[in-house]
């Protein structure tokens, strides 16, 4: 009987064992199985998140952020202990105990499903678990990859330290809004960094991992405070926070952004414009765009935020001003319903959501608004973010639309959705609310350092949120006029000067197309005239003189090497600006006149760094060899030696300023341009006036403008002019700028003397002369001028000379070697007082 019992004992033991052993091998085999071929999970040691890159401005305010995952990355050791603890206890509160799984936590969870007969199914991952399930694995609910992920986790424990996985966790983990990882959610939440979070506030984005959509802090508030309460018992019970906080915690309401508690930390930034989405355009081009939305970049941008302001003002003022002169009312094409505007709560919502600009500051900042009725007197409106009750009212008066053409109430309907700003006096007293709109015609501006390229301003168009279209670096257009300062340069290095006499005369040129005449802006012709008179005047027919003269090969040389265009078409329509470029291009090229024909780059950025502080990019190589130096010598600053590449020769860069300063004193841009600094500058328009430009300077700044229809037609009937249209714009801002970059005299290189020239004649007067015909003419040392031509006022000494030839009848010219080396061939005698043909046809 003891036989048989000890034989059956060990015959159950026998079997438990070979049991065990099977299901152990069992087990083994199984994660020897699916051990294989595993994502290697030492990567993770190095692992860079995808984070925020922001944009900084030089006072180093965050001024934009771009990102495909709203993170911030922050080192477990800049992480609060309160934040850690909440996210253990509401997630794996064995997390500093176990090896990766949690066996007990696995057999509860089992025991609760089976008990609950499938009703009550919770995970039963560890911390670290989640990390690999979100690094290196599918969200899938399959056991294949759960057991994966337990093979995972433990070989990551052997691997990384404890806090590194919980860095790695609470870095990369979702918790709604598209916040990703703890800090980034604290700020979209409570607008908070992480160590001014409460323990509640800490609960809450411990709650979030679960389901981030199924806690929204207001759809979902009762399910969310369950949630967040549970934690804080978690807390309590494992010890992290005393009964008097728990008691306190749990009392406190749930506060957050969405609730409105808080402000938004995007309403603590400007609202994006063109400035800093340039950026983005011009930084995802250079590093990838995937890399610029996930590397974590800092970037210190040029921008000074008031002259943005000034500049966008600027550009406001001349657009609406162009646009309320056509009487036309267009409005923002948006309406709500008639169920919209059933009761207030509905229609302010429905407002809310209608895509119209809310970026405009205009005198006041510009307001969606509803109409609500359209009286004889009045149109009655209702205004997003007023009161009902506000002392200011709910109606635009008639006397404000009378620039509008047409019957009054035809123009509108109830429903219309408007926008409207608040009208004051001098006091800043309300007035009334008047009715607005963007303008159907757009433009651009940009504003920039001379000396360094560094762009201060840039607007691209009336509003960011209405077109996204950068028209200062996106738009192609002719520019017209402003181009032939190009021309002037190349003919001034090829040896003529400002008083080099071109005749002003009808031109005739054989074309495949036919004849071209062109003819000045006036339809007026002028005769023997100075260079420098036909800049200021800005004469087409001398410009396409000049240009037949030196070669249209010399002037796309010219033009390229400064950068307005790739590769220039060598077609004489062209010398008058007919071939499109940007603004952008443009200030660019103007500022190397201004700095006395240096090279600039211009930069919307002054450095790039990497998410590890390493800069990436910087854009000054300037030398300074003392700014290292801990102390300098009293009133002495830092020796900066510029290397930059020279593009033109200084004298002629001056004389060339000289010139376009006398367009902005009694040129085509006298009337509107009027600083308390030296200015020079040059109008531009083109046929019909679909496109109007001005580009002016001082000693410090280069700033230009250009206005037209994006869809190109003429303006004003055709009778729009760079002057008067872009003038006004370059006027405002630089009166402004210049308080705060002032301006001196244009630096005089040396190698060059002064003569007293006769302006309308090109005729040397002596040095003492005076009067509005007198012009010092700054010429090169040993050029000597030729004198003895007299002229009487006309024809009279050119009477012999043909109006116009055939093309391809060249007459032979003089061989001269330029100021950059290369040989080029001008006509015969142009020189100082004497008369050159300019090409004639």
């Known amino acids: 009987m003891i036989r048989f019992v000890l034989s059956f004992f060990g015959a159950i033991f026998t079997l438990i064992t070979l049991s065990v052993a099977v299901i152990a091998l069992s087990i083994g085999a199984v994660f020897w199985i699916y051990g294989r071929d595993l994502p290697s999970h030492e990567a993770l040691a190095s692992y860079q998140p995808k984070t925020i890159s922001r944009i900084y401005s030089g006072e180093g305010r965050i001024i934009d952020e771009f990102a495909q995952e709203r993170r911030l990355f922050t080192p477990a050791s800049e992480i609060p202990d309160l934040v850690k603890e909440a996210f253990i206890s509401a997630e794996d509160k064995n997390f500093y105990q176990h090896h990766g799984y949690d066996m007990r936590g696995m057999m509860s969870a089992a025991f609760d499903a089976v008990k609950s007969r499938g009703k009550n199914v919770r995970g039963a991952s560890t911390i670290t678990q989640q990390v690999m399930k979100n690094f290196l694995l599918t969200g899938d609910r399959k056991l294949e990859r759960k057991i994966k992920e337990i093979i995972l986790a433990s070989r990551l424990e052997e691997t990384l330290p404890k806090d590194k996985i919980l860095e790695l966790y609470l870095n990369e983990i979702f918790l709604g809004q598209n916040s990703y990882g703890v800090t980034a959610a604290a700020q979209t939440y409570f607008n908070k960094p992480l160590s001014q979070l409460s323990p509640a506030e800490a609960a809450t984005l411990a709650s979030m991992p679960k389901a981030p959509s199924d806690f929204h802090p207001v759809r979902n508030h009762d399910r969310l405070l369950a949630r967040r309460d549970y934690v804080l018992r978690e807390m309590h019970e494992n010890g992290y926070i005393d009964d008097g906080t728990y008691a306190a915690s749990v009392a406190e309401p749930i506060r957050s952004v969405q609730g409105g508690d808080y402000p938004a930390f995007r309403s603590t930034l400007p609202p994006r414009d063109y400035f800093t989405d340039e950026i983005r355009r011009q930084l995802s081009q250079d590093f990838g765009e995937d890399e610029f939305f996930t590397g974590g970049f800092t970037v210190r941008a040029t921008i000074e935020p008031q002259m943005q302001a000034d500049a966008a003002m600027a550009l406001r003022h001349a657009l609406e001003k ?75 008066p008639r006397s404000d639309i009378q620039w509008l053409r047409g019957d009054f109430k035809a123009n509108f309907k109830r429903g219309d959705v408007v926008l409207v700003r608040e009208v004051t006096n001098d006091s800043g007293a309300f007035v009334n609310w008047s009715l607005r709109q963007v303008p159907e015609v757009e433009g651009g501006f940009m504003a920039m350092d001379v000396n360094n390229g560094r762009v201060i301003a840039m607007q691209g168009g009336f509003s960011y949120q209405a077109s996204v279209f950068n028209r200062a670096t996106q738009a192609s257009r002719q520019p017209g006029s402003s181009f032939k300062p190009f021309v002037y340069a ?352």
């Open 322 to 396: 162009f646009d309320r002169t056509l009487g036309k009312w267009r409005g923002t094409g948006k309406s709500l319903t008639e169920e919209q505007m059933a009761d207030e709560a509905t229609w302010r919502d429905a407002l809310r959501n209608t895509g119209v600009p809310r970026d405009i500051t205009l005198g006041h900042e510009w307001l969606p608004a509803v109409v609500f009725n359209v009286a004889d007197q009045t149109l009655d409106i209702g205004i997003e973010g007023v009161p009902t009750d506000d002392a200011r009212g709910h109606s635009v």
């Open 490 to 841: 190349a003919a001034l290095d090829s040896g003529y000067t400002p008083a080099t006499i071109v005749i002003d005369a009808p031109i005739e040129l054989k074309t495949p197309e036919g004849t071209w005449r062109p003819t000045n802006s006036s339809n007026q012709y002028y005769g023997p005239t100075p260079l420098r008179t036909g800049i200021e005047q800005s004469r087409n027919l001398m410009t396409i003189r000049l240009a037949q003269e030196i070669g249209m090969d010399v002037v796309a040389e010219y033009a390229e090497r400064f950068g307005v265009y790739d590769n220039m078409g060598t077609y004489l329509a062209n010398a008058l600006g007919s071939e499109e470029t940007t603004l952008y291009k443009m200030v660019a090229a103007y500022a190397m006149f201004a700095n006395g024909g240096e090279r600039v780059e211009p930069t919307l950025v002054d450095r790039v760094q990497d998410r590890n502080g390493h800069t990436i990019y910087r854009h000054d190589h300037r030398i300074c060899n003392e700014c290292r130096e801990p102390e300098l010598p009293a009133g002495q600053g830092p020796d900066i030696i510029s290397n930059s590449q020279r593009v033109m020769n200084a004298i002629t860069a001056y004389q060339l300023t000289s010139m376009m300063e006398g367009v902005v004193q009694r040129g085509t841009a006298a009337r509107v341009v009027h600083l308390p600094v030296p200015t020079a500058g040059k109008t531009g328009t083109t046929n019909d006036a679909r496109d109007a430009w001005f580009i002016g300077f001082t000693s410090n700044l280069v700033a230009g403008c250009y206005i037209g229809y994006d869809n190109p037609r003429p303006m004003m009937n055709g009778h729009g002019y760079g002057g008067t249209l872009c003038g006004p714009v370059f006027q405002e801002f630089m009166t402004k700028a210049i308080k705060e970059y002032g301006g001196a005299s244009f630096k005089v290189p040396p190698g060059g003397h002064f003569i007293n020239i006769d302006r309308f004649t090109g005729a040397r007067l002596p040095d003492g002369a005076s009067g509005n015909n007198v012009v010092a003419e700054y010429f090169r040392d040993g050029e000597e001028p030729i004198f003895g031509v007299a002229y009487d006022g006309g024809f009279a000494m050119g009477s012999d000379l043909p109006l116009y030839r055939e093309a391809g009848d060249a007459q032979r010219g003089q061989q001269i070697i330029t100021s950059t080396g290369e040989t080029t061939t001008i006509a015969p005698k142009a020189n100082f007082g004497t008369l050159s043909s300019g090409g004639l046809y």
